[in-house]
């Protein structure tokens, strides 16, 4: 058993903390905001993850998981994990102040040996530049570098049975040492320099960011020729170099790391001076996602006297309450700059997005968000979504619209219904009465800004809704 902490109990720092005392290590998770940790020694989790209470309250108990905000705590630690945020700057760089800050608290109370683990993303040479920190140097700790690769709504799973542990470090005893911490974890090690280490994650998302990115521009391409976007995914997605996942097209990608780390890795590009016409792409193609339904839904209701759209899901996935990088709150911004009322609904993340758009309407219940409403965006593909009467929401709303943001709905039966129902790439094939949004009709400004259960126990008309396609990931971290 090591001794461990980590500083920051944000998404990355409470599943790290939690996880490694499942592996089997004694943790002390560092968090200086005091209501945090008043929330954190009570058992009162800040952030909605699968799996993750039940890990911290099992751990709480049995003594391998303590809470502080004294950073005295780490003086007997053999590794501190640094897993605090590293924040957009105006101009697209990463803010790594966070990180130096809790170097420089840290290091008054370091044993020498100790190794500095950076969990947070930064830019490539961080850990060599923290490692050369005078105060690091004379205190004899070594930095590593050890990204996580962990998604939203299944982050637990992700560290527990990851696809591989990258470690970065300028010493073989530096590697070796921290990949004695995972030795439990039936996955690959491994071991490059820090730099590569960094690199690798930024190279990650930035990769899946265009796969989504990619396949939303070939729905519109779909769109055009009267093709099915699902059935293209399908076929390139059986080639066995290309593979099946990222490739859904919809309201396209957001949440805390895709948006921040594009920017990032362009910022550190041209700092170094290279191009990036790929990243800078691919970041306006998934903007251009959210414009483009925002005028579908302008479109739709703009003969009506005071329009009111409702958006079902409003975090940037399922299974969490993270609505950073939203693209609901996206589309919601640019209806409400055209004087649209916007009423909406998530199971869990209604308070995270009252802070950032509080001019929303937002209700508890779906189907009191969709009551009178003269148009529907599907934003986030909640499993609840799909038991919902679509006979019942056919009475109750106003207007018969209905935008499929996730390309999860039956078009055909739904138009059955009474729906004008409208898909991203998927055509005359799934769209029902096979109606065209007129992308041009409205000008729109640049997007900006956005940078409980079923109630009352209706029968769920579940023919009128599909599962999923096995496409994973058009919005996942």
Known sequence: MAQLAVVGAGYVGLVTAACLAELGHSVTCIEVDEQKLTRLRAGDLPIHEPGLAELVSKHQLDGCLRFTGDYAQISDNDSVFIAVPTPSRENGSADTSYVLQAVDSLIPYAKRGLLIVIKSTVPVGTADDVALMAPVMEAGVEVVSNPEFLRQGTAVYDFLQPDRVVIGASSLQAAVDITQLYASLDAPIVAVDRRSAELAKYTANALLATRI???????????????????????????????????????????????????????????????????????????????????????????????????????????TDDVRGSPALGVAQLLRRHGVTVRAHDPFALVNASLVLPEVDYRTDPYLALEGADALLLATEWEEYYDLDWILVRESMRGKTVLDGRNVLNGGLLAELGFRYWSFGRGNHHNGNGSTPHENDIALPPIGGATQANANGAKPHQDAIAQPPALSGADVE
């Open 213 to 319: 990115s990619f396949m939303n521009e070939i729905s519109h391409i779909a769109t055009t020729l009267d093709a099915n976007v699902d059935d293209v995914a399908r076929i390139v997605g059986l080639d066995r170099r290309i593979g099946p996942a990222f490739l859904r097209a919809g309201l396209g990608w957001g949440g805390s790391c895709f948006p921040k780390d594009l920017l990032a890795l362009s910022s550190v590009a041209a700092n170094n001076g290279c191009d990036t016409p790929i990243l800078q792409a691919v970041y306006r193609t998934n903007e251009l996602q959210r414009e483009r339904a925002a005028r579908f839904l302008l479109d739709a209701v703009q003969a009506i006297q005071d329009p009111v759209v409702a958006i079902l899901g409003l975090a940037f996935k399922p299974n």
